[in-house]
């Protein structure tokens, strides 16, 4: 049977080597957190990276349909083309559309091969015949 004294001298012989791979399991722990710190930032940089590369190749896949808006067009029919849009204005309505238009407020009118469609006395689109 073991003394009191023996389990004494034994657990003073077992203490430091236990306190001893504490020590070392905290550095390893230690290390092990500046690993994972490291790799949750690599990571973190890598995904955003991937984010951008994707973004610039579906950039540069999609097709780009170049325009040229409405406002651009009357801007050079007046400017370069000398087509003033208020000289066309006056040309596009006899005076005798004018006071039809200015009677029905809406209403379709058809001359020459073409139908006028107002709506709230203004011109909103002309139809060539055959066009819906």
């Given at each position: ?52 590369l994707e973004k610039r190749q579906e950039a ?73």
């Amino acid at each position: 049977m073991t003394t009191t004294l023996e389990l004494i001298e034994e657990l003073r012989e077992e203490i430091p080597k236990l306190q001893e791979s504490v020590e070392v399991f905290d550095a390893q722990i230690k290390t092990l957190k500046q690993c994972l710190h490291e790799t949750r930032n690599t990571l973190q940089s890598k995904q955003q990276q991937l984010i951008k590369l994707e973004k610039r190749q579906e950039a540069e896949a999609a097709p780009v349909a170049v325009r040229v808006s409405d406002h651009a067009v009357l801007r050079y029919m007046d400017r370069v083309l000398g087509l003033g849009v208020e000289q066309l204005r006056e040309q596009m309505l006899t005076e005798k559309q004018r006071e039809m238009i200015k009677f029905a407020k809406n209403c379709r009118i058809k001359f020459n091969g073409v139908e006028l469609v107002v709506k709230d006395y203004v011109v909103t689109t002309i139809i060539a015949e055959g066009e819906e």
